[in-house]
C-alpha cells in the first residue's frame, strides 16, 4: 500500500457523505469506517452505533478524526464551525485566532493528539483545519489559476437560486473552452500521478478502469453538476472554485443541527485503529462498512473478493457502501450478497463531487 497515505491528504473530505448516511442504518452493533478527514466518519457517529472501528493507514488522518469527534462532542454548532475553519476563519486574517487556541484547551483529546496538534498550532490556529490537507491545498492552487490567471469569475454562477438561473449565468459567466483547456493540464494523468498522488493516482492508465482520460472525464462531470445540479448547495466545487465554502446551503453533513446533536448523544465505543483496512474487516465482523474509495487502490485479486472474504459471522443484512474513482473492480465475487442497485443509482445522481462510481451491497 501506498505511501502516499502515510501523511495528512484529507482535512475537508472530496466524498459526500449523505450517501453513507442514508444507507447506514441506526444503532447497529459495529460499524466499520475508513477514516480519511473524518467528515464522513461523524455522519455516521451520528447513527449512534454500539462500537466503530475508525481504520486508516494514517496516523495523522486518525490524529485529526479524533479532534473532529472531540470538537463535535464538546463544542456547540457556532464553536464547532469556527474551531474547524467552515466559518470566520477562512480569510485567515488572524481574527479569532486566539479563540480558537481556547477552544482547542477546552477539548478531551489523548495525550498524542493534543501534542500532535500543539506542535502544529501555527498552521491552523489563524485558519483552522478545514484546508490544511495536502489535497485541499492542490486544489485551492488550481483555483488560484483558474480565478486570478485565466479571470473565470465563477461567483455569480454559485449565487444562482435556481437551476434555470444557474444555467443562464452559467452561459454567461462560464468559459468552457478555457475550462478544458486548463483541466486538460491541471487534471491530467501527470499532474495528478506527479503531484497530488505522489505516483500512486488510481486514474494513471495502468490501472484506470474508466474509459475517458482523467481530464476528459473530470471536464465532463463537472460541467454535468453546472448543469444539472445547483452548484449553491455543493461545498465541493465551492472550494475548487471559489476557495471557500461561501453559501450556508453548501456546508457539509457534519455541520448539519440534528446530525451534531446526534453525535453528542452517541454513547458509541470508538476504536482509531491504524492498520490496513483487510487485516481489519477479514477478521472482525461488521453490520456496516463504509470503504470510501480504497478499492480503487487495492489489489486486484483483494478487490475482486472483497465481500466474499468477509467474516462468515457477517450478520444478513449487513451493508457495504464502496465508492471508486477512474479505477473500479471490473467483477466482484458476490456469493451471498446481493447489489443494491436503486441505491447506487440515487448514489450516483445525488453526490455533489461527480466523481465517483458506488457499488452498494447487502449481505443476503
Ligand atoms: C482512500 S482515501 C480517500 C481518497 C479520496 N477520496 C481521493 O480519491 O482522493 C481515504 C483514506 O483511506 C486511507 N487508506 C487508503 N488505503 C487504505 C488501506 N488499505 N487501509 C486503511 N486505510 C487506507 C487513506 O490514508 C485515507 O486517509
Known amino acids: 500500500m501506498s505511501q502516499y497515505f502515510e501523511n495528512l491528504n484529507y482535512t475537508l473530505s472530496n466524498e459526500d457523505t449523505r450517501i453513507e ?5 441506526e444503532g447497529l452493533s459495529r460499524v466499520f469506517c475508513i477514516g480519511g478527514s473524518g467528515a464522513r466518519v461523524l455522519p455516521i457517529l451520528a447513527k449512534r452505533p454500539e462500537t466503530l472501528d475508525i481504520v486508516d493507514l494514517s496516523q495523522e488522518q486518525l490524529a485529526l478524526i479524533e479532534l473532529r469527534i472531540s470538537a463535535a462532542r464538546q ?3 457556532d464553536e464547532f464551525l469556527f474551531f474547524l475553519g467552515y466559518r470566520g476563519g477562512i480569510a485567515g486574517d488572524g481574527v479569532g485566532e486566539d479563540h480558537r487556541s481556547t477552544l482547542f484547551d477546552q477539548l478531551e483529546l489523548s495525550a498524542a493528539t493534543r501534542a500532535f496538534w500543539s506542535d502544529r498550532e501555527a498552521a491552523w490556529r489563524p485558519r483552522g483545519f478545514i484546508l490544511l490537507g495536502r489535497w485541499e491545498g ?13 479571470r473565470i469569475d465563477s461567483r455569480k454562477i454559485f449565487a444562482a437560486h435556481s437551476l434555470d438561473e444557474q444555467r443562464v449565468l452559467f452561459k454567461e459567466h462560464f468559459k468552457p473552452l478555457v475550462f478544458k483547456a486548463f483541466i486538460k493540464i491541471a487534471a491530467s494523468e501527470f499532474v495528478f500521478n506527479r503531484f497530488l498522488y505522489k505516483g500512486h493516482f488510481s486514474g494513471r492508465s495502468e490501472t484506470r478502469t474508466e474509459s475517458r482520460s482523467p ?3 473530470i471536464e465532463e462531470e463537472f460541467t454535468r453538476l453546472f448543469q444539472q445540479t445547483l452548484v449553491r448547495k455543493n461545498y465541493f466545487l465551492q472550494v475548487l472554485f471559489l476557495g471557500e465554502i461561501a453559501h450556508e446551503e453548501a456546508l457539509p453533513l457534519e455541520c448539519r443541527v440534528d446530525v451534531l446533536d446526534q453525535v453528542k448523544k452517541a454513547k458509541t465505543q470508538i476504536h482509531y485503529r491504524k492498520e490496513n483496512l483487510l487485516d481489519v474487516i477479514n477478521k472482525d465482523h461488521f453490520e456496516f462498512l463504509s470503504l470510501s474509495d480504497t478499492i480503487s487502490y487495492l489489489p486486484n485479486e483483494a478487490a475482486h473478493r472483497l465481500l466474499t472474504d468477509l467474516p462468515s459471522a457477517t450478520p444478513p443484512g449487513a451493508r457495504a457502501v464502496i465508492r471508486s474513482f477512474l479505477r473500479r473492480p471490473p467483477t466482484y465475487e458476490t456469493r451471498g450478497w446481493k447489489r443494491l442497485e436503486s441505491e447506487e443509482a440515487w448514489a450516483k445522481a445525488l453526490d455533489t463531487t461527480g466523481v465517483y462510481e458506488f457499488d452498494v451491497f447487502e449481505k443476503l
Open 21 to 25: 448516511y442514508r444507507i447506514c442504518r
Open 75 to 77: 463544542l456547540n454548532r
Open 215 to 217: 481530464s476528459t472525464f
Open 138 to 150: 492542490h486544489f485551492q492552487k488550481l483555483g488560484r489559476v483558474f480565478r486570478d490567471v485565466l
